[in-house]
C-alpha cells in the first residue's frame, strides 16, 4: 500500500509544482527597459506568447538609414521589441496578450534611445503603403511594412 501511495503521490506533486509554477508566472512582476514601458522578456525567446516581425524602414533625405543590429538587447535583457540584425525586421515578443497590447511602435525608438522626431527634419510616416498622420495608427502586425520618410526642413518641396 505504501509503494501505491508513491507511485501516485509523486507524481501528482511533480505535476501539481509545473502547474502551479506555470500559472505563478504571469504574477511576477517583469524587469522594465529603463525609461521605457517595455520588459525585459524574462527567459529570453521562452515561454513566450506572441512573436510577430513589423518590417522598419528608414530614410533620410532619400537615403536608407540602416537600423542597428541588437537594440534592445543586452547581457541582462532582452527587451519584448528589439532587432537581432540590421535587416529592419523588428522582434515584438510577449509573455501575454496583455503584454502585448500594451506595447505600441513609438516604444521601439524609446528601447533604441532614438527620438522619433528629428530636430529640422519632416516625417513622413507609410504603414502598409499608406500615409498615417500620427505615430499611434502604426499597429505591431505580423510582417507589417513600415516606413519611416525624414526631409530636411530645408529640401522639403
Given at each position: 500500500m505504501k509503494n501505491?501511495?508513491?507511485?501516485?503521490?509523486?507524481?501528482?506533486?511533480?505535476?501539481?509544482?509545473?502547474?502551479?509554477?506555470r500559472a505563478s508566472k504571469g504574477n511576477a512582476p517583469l524587469a522594465?527597459?529603463?525609461?521605457?514601458?517595455?520588459?525585459?522578456?524574462?527567459?529570453g525567446h521562452q515561454q513566450l506568447d506572441l512573436h510577430i516581425h513589423p518590417l522598419l524602414s528608414i530614410s533620410v533625405d532619400g537615403e536608407e538609414e540602416a537600423i542597428p543590429a541588437n537594440i534592445g538587447i543586452t547581457s541582462t535583457c532582452m527587451a519584448e521589441i528589439h532587432t537581432h540584425d540590421a535587416s529592419g525586421q523588428l522582434h515584438v515578443e510577449t509573455t501575454s496578450q496583455e503584454r502585448f497590447e500594451q506595447i505600441a511602435f513609438k516604444d521601439f525608438f524609446d528601447v533604441w534611445e532614438m527620438p522619433l522626431e528629428r530636430e529640422g527634419y519632416s516625417l513622413?510616416?507609410?504603414?502598409?503603403?499608406n500615409i498615417v498622420d500620427d505615430v499611434s495608427e502604426v499597429l505591431l502586425t505580423d510582417l507589417?511594412?513600415?516606413?519611416?520618410?525624414?526631409?530636411?526642413?530645408?529640401n522639403a518641396s
Amino acid at each position: 500500500m505504501k509503494n501505491i501511495a508513491l507511485f501516485i503521490g509523486i507524481p501528482l506533486l511533480v505535476v501539481g509544482l509545473l502547474a502551479w509554477g506555470r500559472a505563478s508566472k504571469g504574477n511576477a512582476p517583469l524587469a522594465m527597459v529603463p525609461g521605457t514601458n517595455v520588459a525585459c522578456l524574462p527567459n529570453g525567446h521562452q515561454q513566450l506568447d506572441l512573436h510577430i516581425h513589423p518590417l522598419l524602414s528608414i530614410s533620410v533625405d532619400g537615403e536608407e538609414e540602416a537600423i542597428p543590429a541588437n537594440i534592445g538587447i543586452t547581457s541582462t535583457c532582452m527587451a519584448e521589441i528589439h532587432t537581432h540584425d540590421a535587416s529592419g525586421q523588428l522582434h515584438v515578443e510577449t509573455t501575454s496578450q496583455e503584454r502585448f497590447e500594451q506595447i505600441a511602435f513609438k516604444d521601439f525608438f524609446d528601447v533604441w534611445e532614438m527620438p522619433l522626431e528629428r530636430e529640422g527634419y519632416s516625417l513622413q510616416i507609410r504603414y502598409e503603403g499608406n500615409i498615417v498622420d500620427d505615430v499611434s495608427e502604426v499597429l505591431l502586425t505580423d510582417l507589417a511594412h513600415i516606413e519611416l520618410m525624414y526631409t530636411s526642413q530645408g529640401n522639403a518641396s
